[in-house]
């Protein structure tokens, strides 16, 4: 509700209707809350608040009416607040007695609302008592047919969840065949430039000096057909564009980027509320982008996000987390909406989540996005070894509940975004993005890592000791950032024909095959895993046994 009024997630007006029941399983209202009624949330806004007797179906339809009115005259909130009751408890089977003594010996002595509208119909000579009884034993006929029916179902059948914007979107696709993510240098050039350049009314507009120093700087990496981490972002959002798909960012501070890193919304340092967004400036015919600071609570942004990406497979939309500690107050909707939303309710999104993530100094909830949390609920085997074919990758990614990734490269994050659209399906994706990697003189990528041919790697071998495998003496296996701190040791120790790095860059689903492989590559190599969080926490955990599965227990793994 608070995001009611708010530019980039208002509806316009909603009708929340409340089924009130008054108690809270087995809790007294003034137990519950410390206003009058529990609609008093509503204040915050000043939306109309209507209290309806649930009993009184002409009254609960009349309110209902007088609140379409409102919300289709003003486009602002209204609440149906329908006061009512469960004549058995909480759950239907309850004993309400127990806790509730006094209301429930009232409510045992109510009709129900249905006989008690009924008998106002009868008294006013609307319908007979045959038309009621009549009515009343063919809705019977119709429950006890159904319950009958059931009783000779030998499996379940989905309903067709499919809505109006996902029509059509999985007819004539092969479910195990993903687009190619790579594009023309072409268009990275464009986009580049774009996202490169002051407003092309850079006279009249002036934007912070330190800008004219990142857009330089950019441009200096453009030339060099190199780029970092906020470019790579802006090339995979603007190539989408291109292609029709919308793309939506929000978040706490993501115009800027919470680490100052991609200013796509720059203003004008003398005008008020002037602001030029080069992405929604690429192309004549592009998709719309919206990119947009959100509130400051998690569950309602993130929640608001995910019923954003149900609604049309066809946009790119990404909540992006201040630091990714902070997804522990949206941990409802990630527990029991992001992570289990197919399962529970068939329903597809491919809703993506930026969770900046590293031990880097920053203190207690500044440092880790809880990997380790999102990995205990992937839906994958640990002792489970698909088996080996062409199509083993994307039937990972088809069977699994949602993806997490931790890249290292800027241009394998460039896949990784456009690979949520080129899928045949919709799955959740969750990323633990860099802080320090965003400026890191080392994180740059080429553009021949991206242009036509290229595709996101699920693991990336160390290519430095790929010629002499049997020298090697230490595998290491990590994800994410720490690969640069190893880097840099086995560098300062001149190890560099000793030990060799590979980098798993898609953590879930696991690639067995892909492990097995880098294993075999080096047998008489130790296997190590190497990670900054501790050893409780972090990847450690999954990626111990499904390491084990990897090569059959055959090699130790520490």
């Known amino acids: ?63 209902c009416k007088v609140a379409a009115e409102w919300r289709a005259t003003f486009h602002k909130d209204v609440i149906i607040d329908i006061v009512s009751y469960r004549r058995n408890g909480h759950n239907e089977i309850d004993e309400p007695m127990f806790t509730q003594p006094l209301m429930y010996k009232k409510i045992r002595g109510t009709k129900p ?17 045959e038309e009621v009884k009549s009515v009343k034993d063919k809705y019977e006929k119709i429950c006890e047919e159904a319950f009958e029916q059931a009783k000779t179902e030998t499996h379940i059948k989905y309903k067709d969840w499919i809505d109006s914007p996902w029509s059509g979107f999985f007819e004539g696709k092969d479910p195990l065949k993903v687009a190619p993510t790579g594009v023309i240098e072409e268009t990275l050039v464009h986009i580049g430039n774009r996202f490169s350049s002051p407003p092309p009314n850079a006279a009249e507009f002036v934007i912070h000096k330190g800008l004219l120093r990142v857009l330089a700087a950019r441009k200096e990496m453009l030339e060099n057909k190199t780029i970092d981490w906020a470019l790579a972002e802006a090339m995979a959002f603007g190539s989408l564009l291109k292609e029709g798909i919308h793309v939506r960012l929000s978040g706490q501070d993501v115009e800027r980027g919470t680490f100052s890193h991609r200013h796509h919304v720059l203003h004008h340092q003398t005008v008020d509320k002037a602001t030029y967004r080069p992405l929604c ?56 909406f992001v992570s289990s939303g197919q399962a529970k309710w068939v329903r597809q999104s491919g809703l993506v989540m930026l969770l900046p993530h590293g031990m880097e100094g920053m203190g207690p909830e500044h440092s880790s996005a809880r990997v380790e949390r999102f990995l205990q609920m992937c839906s994958d085997d640990p002792d489970y070894f698909p088996p080996e074919s062409d199509e083993f990758a994307i039937r990972q990614l088809h069977d699994i509940n949602w993806i997490v990734a931790n890249c290292s490269t800027p241009g394998n994050y460039f896949h990784l975004l456009r690979r949520q659209i080129a899928l045949p399906f919709r799955k959740p994706l969750i990323v633990l993005t860099p802080k320090s990697l965003l400026r890191h003189p080392e994180c740059r990528s080429n553009f021949s890592e991206m242009t036509e041919g290229t595709d996101f790697q699920r693991l990336i071998p160390d290519a430095l000791t790929a010629e002499n495998p049997n020298q090697v003496k230490r595998v290491i296996f990590c994800t994410g950032r720490v690969y640069y701190d190893l880097l840099k040791a086995r560098r300062d120790r001149k190890l560099d024909s000793d030990i060799s790095i590979s980098r798993i860059e898609q953590i879930s689903p696991f690639p067995y095959d892909l492990v097995k492989a880098e294993c075999a590559k080096y047998p008489n190599a130790e296997l190590v895993w190497a990670q900054e969080e501790h050893k409780n926490q972090g990847c450690w955990t999954y990626v111990q046994p499904r390491f084990d599965t990897a090569i059959n227990s055959t090699r130790d793994f520490r």
């Open 113 to 129: 609302a249905l006989d008690i509208y009924a008998n106002q119909l009868i008294t006013e000579g609307v319908v007979t008592a």
């Open 1 to 63: 509700m608070h995001l009611s009024d708010l530019p980039d997630y208002t509806t316009h007006g909603t009708i929340h209707i409340v089924v009130n029941n008054q108690i809270g399983f087995t809790t007294d209202p003034r137990h519950s809350r410390s206003s009058p009624y529990c609609t008093d949330v509503a204040r915050v806004v000043n939306a109309p608040i209507f209290h309806v007797n649930g009993d009184d179906p002409e009254a609960v339809m009349h309110v």
């Open 281 to 336: 400036h690429l192309y004549p015919d592009q998709a719309p982008y919206t990119v947009c600071n959100s509130s400051l609570s998690e569950f309602g942004v993130l929640g608001f996000e995910l019923g954003y990406s149900m609604t049309n497979p066809n946009a790119l939309v990404c909540w992006e987390a201040q630091f990714g500690d902070f997804n522990n107050t949206a941990q409802c909707i990630i527990d029991q």
